[in-house]
């Protein structure tokens, strides 16, 4: 069985998107096709309105995969707790094989923290919900002649500091040094937060079984050494208790060769920001990953020129393992 993930950047039709979906698809479509996954968790799918129906679709999503062997998989969205598809970044999984059950988790685990910002203007009388931007997507799977899997989709908030009210004077020109700093704290925050209710949430599956296969697939904005990563993954050396190493999971792509091992080139940086982490009993079924970064052009070169790009500047990442019938 093979995994992957891939973030879409923004997958949208005009006039939103100012690059035509049909120019995206010929640089995107070769690159889903190349992954050959069996489960694909994909990021930032973007919903659009049709005429005459008030509820979004994922109109764009559906013109990419025509023609490829995703357009007939089991879908699982992200549906914002009932409130329906988002106009940006849904998360959505797909299975050639049967999708058992989904949820969406999103504060169900972990509350909103409550802040009351120092930079703020007019100055805030008390403090507010910092509330996370996305939902994790969680789908339980059913290979044939195989043991269950459970693949959790996620998406974590970006290391870009969040809007302070009245510190901004453009989009990405901040009014004062200390407004920055209170915005990229509060976007620490959801982000830690939203891995926190990651771990909350697998502790709870390896609850109800310490030995399920599970695998966390998606954009963690995060690379191996960061809080968000050290969060979700729980290794022995942070708990101090080998009681708890069974609920430890495994960061694939370390076994990617560094020079081979990023997802983002961000002004020359190479960046390993999406990831494939496995339980320990998924592990042990692991047998390969690949990074299709071959491609991948500079994000920050691209937004300086104000190019919007046809392909996504971030690299598909797929695991093989051992699981269920050929």
């Known amino acids: ?110 509350a909103p923290p409550s802040y009351r910002s120092k930079t703020a203007i007019p100055a805030e009388a008390e403090a507010r919900s910092v509330c996370f931007d996305r939902p994790i997507l969680v789908t339980h799977i059913e290979p044939p002649g195989g043991d269950p899997l459970t693949v959790i989709n996620v998406h974590l908030r970006a290391p870009l500091a969040a809007a302070v009210p009245g510190q901004k004077i453009e989009p990405f020109v901040w009014k004062t040094v200390g407004g920055w700093a209170e915005g990229y704290f509060l ?22 079984n310490g030995s399920a296969l599970i695998a966390v697939a998606g954009d963690f904005n995060a690379e191996d050494h960061e809080v968000p990563i050290t969060l979700a993954v729980g290794a022995e050396e942070n708990t101090g208790n080998p009681l708890l190493a069974k609920r430890s999971l495994v960061v694939l792509d370390r076994s990617v060769p560094l020079d081979r091992r990023w997802s983002v080139l961000h002004h020359g940086r190479r960046q390993m920001l999406d990831h494939i982490l496995a339980s320990q009993a998924l592990n042990g079924r692991f047998r390969s990953v690949e990074i299709h970064n071959e491609g991948l052009s500079d994000e920050l070169i691209g937004y300086a020129r104000h190019i919007s790009a046809s392909a996504s500047s971030h690299a598909a990442v797929v695991a093989e393992f051992a699981v269920g019938a050929a």
């Not at 959801?190 to 697998?202: N, P, S, T």
């Open 1 to 110: 069985m093979r995994i992957a993930t891939f973030n879409l950047e923004s997958l949208d039709l005009p006039p939103k998107a100012r690059v035509p979906l049909e120019v995206r698809a010929e640089m995107i479509r070769p690159a889903l096709e190349r992954l050959q996954a069996d489960v694909l968790c994909l990021q930032e799918v973007n919903g659009q309105h049709t005429a005459g129906q008030r509820a979004r679709r994922l109109l764009a999503l559906d013109r990419l995969l025509v023609g490829t062997p995703y357009a007939n998989y089991a879908r699982a969205t992200t549906t914002g707790a009932g409130r329906g598809i988002a106009d940006v970044h849904n998360l959505v999984t797909l299975s050639r094989f049967p999708i058992r059950t989904h949820r969406e988790v999103r504060h169900d685990l972990v």
């Open 187 to 208: 976007s620490a925050m959801r982000r830690a937060g939203q891995a926190v209710e990651l771990r909350f949430l697998l502790e709870e599956l390896f609850d109800n």
